[in-house]
């Protein structure tokens, strides 16, 4: 019982997480393949097709997709990122194969009708507007955007309208080609599964799976670069994100940075929420957070405030980065283990949660790492190496900042060279 994986004759891998108390199990299909993965040209289309597979197969309409899903107490969903795409159900045990069934079908026989491609194109310029109303959205992708310019790492996931307007069918035939290959795909599921059953039943539905016919779009390195986005707009608040660059997933830095966010603005008890929100009352919400991608990352806190809060806001954030590479303590990082810890076992009760998570272990590390080896790296982080980890973030990084809203008159205190100047003279 517990974790176990086979990798395919044809290069795909399986991977299960036994919970034999469970009556239902979650799965899907995990694709090496995101936003990142898009020429400027494609930009926009990793979502699309996404959209596009659940449209009607060669045996399936878009309803039949839907009812046969449904009509056994069955959810079916998907989700496009940066370096990941996934499409993935919930059901019941003895529902296992009809889940795996719809999905292996939406990606081998996706029929990308014409008129179903102009109907969803126009859906997905809907959730473009969506994005576009929603300052907190949008400060994001612009946060994003400045922090990689002019890389794909850094575009947004949707895509403009130019982009999704200009696809086609058979430019969504040649993307799923290229990029969806055995090699880059797992199948996970968790819950009521048998492990040999369920790489059977995988091994048949994707039988068909071949190599792609024309060359992988490999993405190209990250480079992080910094900079800034300000746009002042007739709002009650603004948002507000300063970065700087992250360490990757892959790297031994990755939980220790992870670890000083939370310490930073990881919750209540943080020093951003308790000095800039609890004592000097400047924002309503402020918090800090840590992205990794597989040769990069992103450090960000992001706080929502009103235009006149802003001057005294800023320097006090960037004040209290530069005393987290001074003075943090033990108590301080027992409570981010706690959370990291509490985090890590609560996936484990959750099946969707776990099938997502051993698949992005095994496409990253080509392996699932155990629950003891993640908490004795996180154990072993220590203050002192938070604090350094903080000076050669904060210090040595380029500032990336992105503000939207109302910063008429105070936009001399958002620069990035502003930023970058306060905490090297500091």
Not at 17 to 42: I, K
Not at 178 to 195: E, T
Not at 242 to 256: L, N, Q, T, V
Not at 355 to 381: C, H, P, T, W, Y
């Amino acid at each position: 019982m517990g974790v176990e994986h086979t990798v395919l004759s044809s290069g795909m891998t399986v991977v299960t997480h036994a919970m034999p108390h469970l009556e239902s199990a979650a799965l899907g299909v995990w694709v090496r393949s995101g936003s990142r993965n898009e020429t400027h040209r494609q930009h926009g289309i990793s979502h699309l097709l996404e959209h596009m597979a659940f449209k009607g197969t060669k045996k399936r309409s878009a309803r039949a997709i839907a009812e046969e899903i449904e009509a056994v107490g069955g959810d079916l969903n998907a989700a496009t990122s940066v370096e990941n795409t996934s499409y993935y159900a919930r059901v019941l045990k003895d529902d296992v194969p009809l889940a795996l069934d719809i999905l292996s079908d939406i990606l081998l026989n996706a029929r990308f009708d014409d008129e179903e491609l102009r109907r969803e194109q126009h859906v997905i310029l809907q959730e473009i507007g969506a994005t576009l109303d929603n300052p907190e959205d949008l400060v994001f992708d612009a946060f994003q955007d400045a922090a990689f310019q002019d890389q794909s790492i850094g575009r947004t996931i949707l895509g403009t309208a130019e982009t999704v307007n200009g696809f086609s069918t058979e430019d969504l035939r040649l993307f799923l080609r290229s990029q969806y290959q055995p090699a880059d795909i797992v199948v996970s599921a968790a819950g009521a599964v048998d492990h040999d059953k369920f790489v059977r039943q995988t091994a048949e539905a994707f039988s068909s799976l071949t190599k792609p016919e024309v060359p992988v779009n490999d993405h190209q390195k990250a480079r992080y670069t910094g900079g800034q986005f300000i746009q002042p707009k007739d709002l009650m608040e603004a948002q507000l994100l300063i970065g700087f660059e992250g360490h990757s997933y892959k790297d031994d830095e990755f939980y220790g940075t992870q670890l000083l966010a939370s310490v930073l603005g990881g919750g209540m008890a943080s020093r951003l929420f308790q000095e800039v929100r609890e004592s000097r009352g400047l924002c309503y919400s402020i918090y800090a957070f840590h992205w990794g991608f597989s040769d990069s990352g992103l450090f960000g806190i992001h706080a929502a405030t009103g235009r006149e809060d802003i001057p005294e806001l800023v320097p006090v954030v960037l004040d209290e980065l530069l005393r987290a590479c001074d003075d943090i303590s033990e108590d301080e990082v027992k409570r981010a283990r706690a959370q990291v810890r509490a985090s890590l076992l609560m996936s484990l009760e959750s099946p969707s949660a776990r099938a997502a998570q051993i698949a992005r272990q095994m496409l990253v590390f080509g392996r699932v790492i155990d629950l003891n080896e993640l908490v004795a790296k996180v154990d072993a982080i220590t203050p002192a190496n938070l604090r350094d980890l903080g000076q050669s973030i904060f210090t040595d990084s380029v500032p990336t900042l992105a503000s939207i809203g109302p910063i008429d008159g105070v936009e001399t205190v958002l620069s990035t060279d502003r930023i970058s100047g306060h905490l090297k003279r500091n």
